[in-house]
C-alpha cells in the first residue's frame, strides 16, 4: 500500500526522547497509507513482534507491517462483523470471533499480500455474538464467550468443544489469558469481572458488580493485576479500574477522566526507570495514559474525526495500535520531552 499523505494537523514544539524503538518522526509528519478496511475496525491486537492485526466490520481481518505500509495477509470467511481478534504465538495461529456465532482459527502461511479464504478450523457452538477470545497457550486450547451467557472451551487440534459453562446475564465483553498460566480472565455485561479456571471450566473468582458494563479488561505481564473499563455517558462512568488478582473482589483504584464509553485498555510493556503505565481508548475520540501508582493521567492524545475509538493494543516496540470507526487503524508512540513530561502523538494510519 502506498503512502497517500505525509503532514498531519498535529503539530509537536518538544523534542522527545522515546521510549520505545520506534524513529521519532518529524514533527508534524504522520505516514498515511490506504486503508486496509473498508468499515469500522472493532478490534486489534499484536503479532509478536511483526506487526498488528485488525479486525472489522467489513467481515476481514488483516495483519500489518505498518513502518513499511504493508499488508502480510488478510482473511475471508466470517458473513458478519468479525468482533474480536487475537495471535497465540505458540500455536502460531489467528483467531477471530464474529457476530455470525462463530470462532475461526487462521494460517499465516502463504506471501506477503495474500488472502487466505479459508480458516483451518470453524469453532461452532454459541448461539449469538462471540465477543471473547483468549488462547490458552499452556494446554493449546481456546477459550470463547458470547453474548449467549456462555463461556466455551475448545480443542485447536479438532475444532470440538470440551466443555461450556453457562452463567445467567454474564454477557461476555472480552477475554484475555493470564500469562503462563490456563486461567483466563473475562469482562461482561453484568458489570463484574471473572476468572475461569480453564483446566475444569469452573469460575475461579469473580469480583462484585461495578455500577457500570464492563467492556474490556487486560492483565498485566507478571500476571498480578487486571485493567477493566467501564461504559457511560457525560463523564459517569466511563472509568478505568485496576484489580489485584489475589483478590478480585473490588478494585484497588479507579481512573476517571473519559467523557464517554472507555472501549479499550491495555497494559504498557515494562520499561525501565518509569512507574507501571497503561493506556485506555474512548468514545470521545482520546487515547489516555495513566500511572497505575499515582492514578494520574499522564497525557491525553486526541483522535479527530475517528467517530469512536473501539480499541487499543501495545506491542513490545513501544508502538502502540488503535481501532476506529471512521479513520481506520491509528499508530501511536510515546516519549518523554526534555522536561520529563509524557507525550504521546500519532505516527502512522491506514
Given at each position: 500500500?502506498?503512502?497517500r499523505?505525509?503532514?498531519?494537523?498535529?503539530?509537536?514544539t518538544?523534542?522527545?526522547?522515546?521510549?520505545?524503538?520506534?524513529?521519532?518522526p518529524?514533527?508534524?509528519?504522520?505516514?498515511r497509507?490506504?486503508?486496509?478496511?473498508?468499515?469500522?475496525?472493532?478490534?486489534?491486537?499484536c503479532?509478536?513482534?511483526n506487526?498488528?492485526?485488525?479486525?472489522?466490520?467489513?467481515?476481514?481481518?488483516?495483519?500489518?507491517?505498518?513502518?513499511?505500509?504493508k499488508?502480510?495477509?488478510?482473511?475471508?470467511?466470517?458473513?458478519?462483523?468479525?468482533?474480536?481478534v487475537?495471535?497465540?504465538?505458540?500455536l502460531?495461529?489467528?483467531?477471530s470471533?464474529?457476530?455470525?456465532k462463530?470462532?475461526?482459527?487462521?494460517?499465516?502461511e502463504?506471501?506477503?499480500?495474500?488472502?487466505?479464504n479459508?480458516?483451518?478450523l470453524?469453532?461452532?457452538?454459541?448461539?449469538?455474538?462471540?465477543?471473547?477470545l483468549?488462547?490458552?497457550?499452556?494446554?493449546?486450547?481456546?477459550?470463547?464467550?458470547?453474548?449467549?451467557?456462555?463461556?466455551?472451551l475448545?480443542?485447536?487440534?479438532?475444532?470440538?468443544?470440551?466443555?461450556e459453562?453457562?452463567?445467567?446475564?454474564?454477557?461476555?465483553?472480552?477475554?484475555?489469558?493470564?500469562?503462563?498460566?490456563?486461567?483466563?480472565?473475562?469482562?461482561?455485561e453484568?458489570?463484574?469481572?471473572?476468572?475461569w479456571?480453564?483446566r475444569?471450566?469452573?469460575e475461579?473468582?469473580?469480583?462484585?458488580?461495578?455500577?457500570?458494563?464492563?467492556?474490556c479488561?487486560?492483565?498485566?505481564?507478571?500476571g498480578?493485576?487486571?485493567?477493566?473499563?467501564?461504559?457511560g455517558?457525560?463523564?459517569?462512568?466511563?472509568?478505568?479500574s485496576?484489580?489485584?488478582?489475589?483478590?478480585l473482589?473490588?478494585?484497588?483504584?479507579?481512573?476517571?477522566?473519559?467523557?464517554?464509553?472507555?472501549?479499550?485498555?491495555?497494559?504498557?510493556?515494562?520499561?525501565?526507570?518509569?512507574?507501571?503505565?497503561?493506556?485506555?481508548?474512548s468514545?470521545?475520540?482520546?487515547?489516555?495514559?495513566?500511572?497505575?501508582?499515582?492514578?494520574?493521567?499522564?497525557?491525553?492524545?486526541?483522535?479527530?474525526?475517528?467517530?469512536?475509538l473501539?480499541?487499543?493494543?501495545?506491542?513490545?516496540?513501544?508502538?502502540i495500535?488503535?481501532?476506529?470507526?471512521?479513520?481506520?487503524?491509528?499508530?501511536?508512540s510515546?516519549?518523554?520531552?526534555?522536561?520529563?513530561l509524557?507525550?504521546?502523538?500519532?505516527?502512522?494510519?491506514?
Open positions: 500500500m502506498g503512502l499523505q505525509s503532514k498531519s494537523k498535529t503539530n509537536s518538544k523534542s522527545a526522547k522515546y521510549m520505545s524503538s520506534i524513529p521519532e518529524a514533527s508534524d509528519e504522520v505516514k497509507y490506504d486503508p486496509v478496511h473498508t468499515d469500522a475496525v472493532l478490534s486489534v491486537s503479532l509478536g513482534n506487526g498488528f492485526l485488525s479486525a472489522g466490520a467489513d467481515q476481514t481481518i488483516v495483519s500489518y507491517q505498518w513502518q513499511e505500509g499488508v502480510l495477509q488478510k482473511w475471508t470467511g466470517h458473513c458478519r462483523d468479525v468482533t474480536k487475537a495471535y497465540s504465538q505458540a502460531d495461529r489467528v483467531f470471533g464474529s457476530r455470525d462463530t470462532a475461526k482459527m487462521w494460517t499465516r502463504g506471501a506477503a499480500g495474500t488472502t487466505v479459508e480458516a483451518i470453524t469453532f461452532v457452538g454459541h448461539n449469538l455474538v462471540v465477543n471473547g483468549a488462547s490458552v497457550d499452556v494446554s493449546r486450547r481456546l477459550c470463547t464467550g458470547g453474548r449467549d451467557n456462555s463461556v466455551r475448545w480443542d485447536t487440534e479438532t475444532g470440538g468443544c470440551i466443555k459453562v453457562t452463567t445467567s446475564r454474564n454477557l461476555v465483553t472480552h477475554m484475555v489469558t493470564i500469562p503462563r498460566t490456563e486461567m483466563v480472565i473475562q469482562s461482561s453484568d458489570k463484574s469481572i471473572r476468572i479456571d480453564t475444569t471450566l469452573e475461579s473468582s469473580v469480583s462484585n458488580k461495578k455500577s457500570y458494563i464492563q467492556t479488561c487486560d492483565v498485566r505481564s507478571d498480578t493485576y487486571c485493567l477493566s473499563c467501564s461504559n455517558f457525560s463523564g459517569q462512568g466511563c472509568e478505568a485496576i484489580w489485584d488478582l489475589r483478590s473482589r473490588d478494585p484497588l483504584r479507579e481512573f476517571k477522566g473519559h467523557s464517554q464509553t472507555a472501549s479499550g485498555c491495555c497494559f504498557l510493556h515494562a520499561q525501565s526507570n518509569s512507574s507501571p503505565m497503561f493506556l485506555t481508548c468514545h470521545d475520540q482520546t487515547v489516555k495514559l495513566w500511572d497505575q501508582s499515582s492514578g494520574d493521567c499522564l497525557c491525553t492524545v486526541s483522535l479527530s474525526g475517528s467517530k469512536q473501539t480499541s487499543i493494543t501495545a506491542n513490545t516496540d513501544g508502538s495500535c488503535v481501532g476506529s470507526f471512521e479513520t481506520g487503524v491509528q499508530i501511536l510515546i516519549g518523554q520531552d526534555c522536561n520529563g509524557w507525550d504521546m502523538k500519532p505516527v502512522a494510519q491506514y
